[in-house]
């Protein structure tokens, strides 16, 4: 594994981390889950990302990802970076979304009761809210730093005014923003317009997430929709609508440029979004150990030369997901 330092922070992340929004909760393969972890474990993966809303049932994943702990890597719990997020719908009322502090500081108690921790790593807000005093919310991360329930903070999918704000703030209170989360792929390179800037003005890391889009940028939508895949899923986030001929033709273009560079087209997604400094780690979401396998190898090749970027940017275009 290739370990890269967290923006200006002595935290190093791997540059592949693994996200437990699906594929660990209750209506999951407990025991392919169990294994996944085991096997990214042992291949140098310290970083597991989890939210207080992951399953489905919402909660399910961090009391999964507790029992596996409990099954025997809790002995290594010093060598791994664990972290939540609260600000999406949780539970019902009031309290249960959202980035008050109210939310943030119940939903971390919930979350280290599901996974048996004693503190997070990484506890973010999971959302600007629009709402939400921007100051709220940083001060109820800041005081969960202080209670010792996080040993950093995070924030995701600020808009980069926000972002920015929030940074500000944090580092007042000498409790910098350690990373900001975002979706990035090559079909969602948002990040590109504001997100990069900001973080690297405040030294803060970044974090990618669905960097293979949900398993679009995969081979596994060319001839249609397996009925084990995420579209197919009626719980899963991708929905078959969005595997439109215009992606598949996309997808189809990608597919024979990274056989040219002898790589899965995953590998070369992931590889692809790693090709910027800007950018920590990526957090892949694989269901099988195949799949985990296969994006481990993205690693053996992260280059790029200017004319495979070129024909990669003509191919994308205007390719929004
Ligand atoms: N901050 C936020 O708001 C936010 C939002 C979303 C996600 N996240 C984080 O990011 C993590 C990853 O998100 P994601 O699951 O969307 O990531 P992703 O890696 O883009 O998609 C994962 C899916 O891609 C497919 N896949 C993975 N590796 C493959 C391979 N080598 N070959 C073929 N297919 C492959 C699998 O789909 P099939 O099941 O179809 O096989 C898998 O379920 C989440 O678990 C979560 O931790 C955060």
Redesign the pocket.
Known sequence: MKYSYCGLSGLQLPKLSL?????FGLNDNYNEAKKMIQFAFEKGITHF???NNYGPPPGSAETNFGKILKDGLMAHRDEMIISS?AGHLMWTGPYGDGSSRKNLMASINQSLKRTGLEYFDIFYS??YDGVTPIEETMQALVDIVKQGKALYIGI??YPPAEARQAMAYLRQQQVPCLIF?D?Y?MMHRNPEEGVFDVIEKEGSGFIG???????IL?D?YLNGIPA????ANPNGFLKREQITQKVVSIVRQLNLIAEERNQ?L?QMALAWALRLNVVTSL?????TIE?LQ??LQALDNLNFNNDELKRINLILGGAVL
């Open positions: 996200g437990l929004w699906h594929n990302d989890l939210a997020k999971h959302r995701s999918k989360q979706k792929n997430f669905s960097p293979l889009a949900q398993g995969s596994k084990d895949s995420r579209a899965s995953a957090i892949v979401g694989t269901r799949q296969d994006n």
